[in-house]
């Protein structure tokens, strides 16, 4: 158990730009949910998915922003367009079936210039 | 909607010590569940602490035991014997049993340092 991985740690982006961050989540865990954690706030939901299938989705996620988990494995959370506005970081968690303790990653840091 | 409310936004607490950190939530539902958890600087967050709502008895893991009073929509979490390790961003999180994810919604979190 190597527990959640995020990559990168760190992403600088200029504005307009697309981003991609990964998440591997702890094996065998079927539950993956990312995270939005701006300066001095405490984490918000954007999306979840069981298995494959993303099952819900924050008002949050703007149409900017896809998220898929092929396989039921790793995630990746996609940004297009970036504004200035993205600029926060990033937390994947996973859970195993049958619990609901959310294992978190250590999160990928966006800074949108 | 759900509110999680932390009205602490920085505590401090001498080396063994004890120190409760204070949240409060709004929720209509009756099952749900509430954590607190533990952010150190620059890494990954870490469950501190889970309360089942339809449990009266508070939740107790080791020096971390928190107060739970559902009437008051009140869950706060005590430290006990505070190690310089203990210092992070406490959150406090409610999930509502009824939606199949389990999502979380946090608190703004309460920034604890331990003054040796």
């Known amino acids: 158990d190597t527990g959640v991985s995020q990559n990168p740690r760190h992403k600088i982006t200029k504005r307009g730009q697309n981003v991609t961050f990964r998440c591997d989540p702890i094996s065998e865990h079927n539950r993956l949910y990312w995270y939005r954690q701006t300066l001095g706030q405490g984490p918000e939901f954007l999306t979840y998915f069981q298995n494959e299938a993303q099952l819900e989705k924050s008002r949050l996620l703007s149409d900017r922003f896809s998220a898929e988990r092929p396989k039921g494995s790793f995630s990746t959370l996609e940004i297009q367009r970036t504004e200035q506005g993205d600029s926060a970081m990033y937390l994947c968690?996973?859970?195993?079936?049958?619990?609901?303790?959310?294992?978190f990653g250590a999160g990928t840091r966006l800074s949108v210039l | 909607a759900q509110t999680v409310t932390q009205s602490q936004p920085e505590m401090s607490v001498q080396e063994a010590e004890t120190v409760t950190l204070s949240c409060t939530y709004d929720t209509s539902e009756s099952d749900y569940y509430l954590f607190w958890y533990k952010q150190p600087p620059s890494r990954q967050m870490i469950l501190v602490i889970r309360?089942?709502?339809?449990?009266?008895q508070n939740a107790t893991e080791n020096r971390f035991s928190v107060n739970f009073q559902k009437a008051a929509k009140s869950f706060s979490l005590k430290i006990s014997d505070s190690q310089l390790g203990d210092a992070a961003m406490y959150f406090c999180a409610y999930a509502y049993s009824g939606a199949g994810s389990y999502q979380l919604t946090f608190g703004k979190g309460t920034k604890l340092s331990v003054i040796p």
């Open positions: 309360q089942e709502a339809y449990k009266q």
């Open positions: 968690a996973s859970s195993a079936p049958g619990t609901n303790i959310q294992y």
